[in-house]
C-alpha cells in the first residue's frame, strides 16, 4: 500500500540552528512529492513541491527539500531557523494516476528555542 | 486570485445529526478535495470531485457525502454524526491533470 512516513513526531531546534526534517515515501512509482506547512487553528500551506527532474528543489521561505530515489526519502532543510518556524509539518505524496488525491504523514512538529 | 475559503470556521453538533460544510474553491481550479484531519494525525483523503461528480474517494464511509456546483464550490455531507468525526475538515482546490492542491482555512466540527 502506498504511504508516507514522517519518523520524528517532534523536533527541538534553536534559533539559527539548522533544519532537517525527514520524509519516506512508498510507492510503487515515485510519486509527485510535497511539503505542507500549518499553524496551529489553521489550514496548510505549500512550501514546496517535486515532480520531476532536479532532485533538489527550492521552497518558500528559505526551505529547501531533496529527494532521493536510492533512499525512498524527500528530507526538508532549512539552513538557519527562525522562531515563526514553529509550527507543524507534513510531507505528503500523489500517485500522478490519482491526481490531487494526497498521502500525508502523520506530521512533524518543530519547536524553536530562543 | 482568491483563494480557498471554507465555512463555517468553527461548528458544534451532537451525536447523530447531521453537518453541512462549505467550500469554495480558488478561481480557475476545476477539482475539489476533501480532507479529515484528527488531533495530532495527517489529513486523511475523504473524497475529490471533478465535473459534479465523484472522483475518487478514501476510505469513509457512505454516511459522508458531497456535492460540487457548477462554480466548482462544494458541500461535504456527514450524516449520523459520531464522536470520532470530531477533527478539522480540510478543503482542497486544484486542476483536473494538475498537480498542486491548495488548501484552505479548515473548519473545526466538535461532536459531543
Known amino acids: 500500500a502506498q504511504s508516507v512516513t514522517q519518523p520524528d513526531i517532534h523536533i527541538t531546534v534553536s534559533e539559527g540552528a539548522s533544519l532537517e526534517l525527514r520524509c519516506n515515501y512508498s510507492?510503487?512509482?515515485?510519486?509527485?512529492l510535497f511539503w505542507y506547512v500549518q499553524s496551529p487553528g489553521q489550514g496548510l500551506q505549500l512550501l514546496l513541491k517535486?515532480?520531476?527532474?532536479?532532485?533538489l528543489v527550492q521552497g518558500i521561505k528559505g526551505f529547501e527539500a531533496e529527494f532521493k530515489r536510492s533512499q525512498s526519502s524527500f528530507n526538508l532543510r532549512k539552513p538557519s531557523v527562525h522562531w515563526s518556524d514553529a509550527a507543524e509539518y507534513f510531507c505528503?505524496?500523489?500517485?500522478?494516476?490519482?491526481?490531487?488525491?494526497?498521502?500525508f504523514g502523520q506530521g512533524t512538529e518543530l519547536s524553536v528555542k530562543p | 486570485e482568491t483563494g480557498v475559503t471554507q465555512s463555517p470556521t468553527h461548528l458544534i453538533k451532537t451525536r447523530g445529526q447531521q453537518v453541512t460544510l462549505r467550500c469554495s474553491s480558488q478561481?480557475?481550479?476545476?477539482?475539489v478535495s476533501w480532507y479529515q484531519q484528527a488531533l495530532g494525525q495527517g489529513p486523511q483523503f475523504i473524497f475529490q470531485?471533478?465535473?459534479?461528480?465523484?472522483?475518487g474517494r478514501g476510505n469513509f464511509p457512505p454516511r459522508f457525502s458531497g456535492l460540487q456546483f457548477p462554480n466548482y464550490s462544494s458541500e461535504l455531507n456527514v450524516n449520523a454524526l459520531e464522536l470520532d468525526d470530531s477533527a478539522l475538515y480540510l478543503c482542497?482546490?486544484?486542476?483536473?491533470?494538475?498537480?498542486?492542491?491548495?488548501f484552505g482555512p479548515g473548519t473545526r466540527l466538535l461532536v459531543l
Open positions: 478561481s480557475g481550479h476545476n477539482t
Open positions: 517535486y515532480f520531476s527532474g532536479d532532485t
Open positions: 482542497a482546490s486544484g486542476r483536473q491533470g494538475g498537480e498542486t492542491q491548495y
Open positions: 505528503a505524496g500523489d500517485d500522478y494516476n490519482q491526481g490531487g488525491k494526497l498521502i
Open positions: 510507492y510503487g512509482a515515485t510519486p509527485y
Open positions: 470531485y471533478y465535473r459534479e461528480e465523484e472522483n
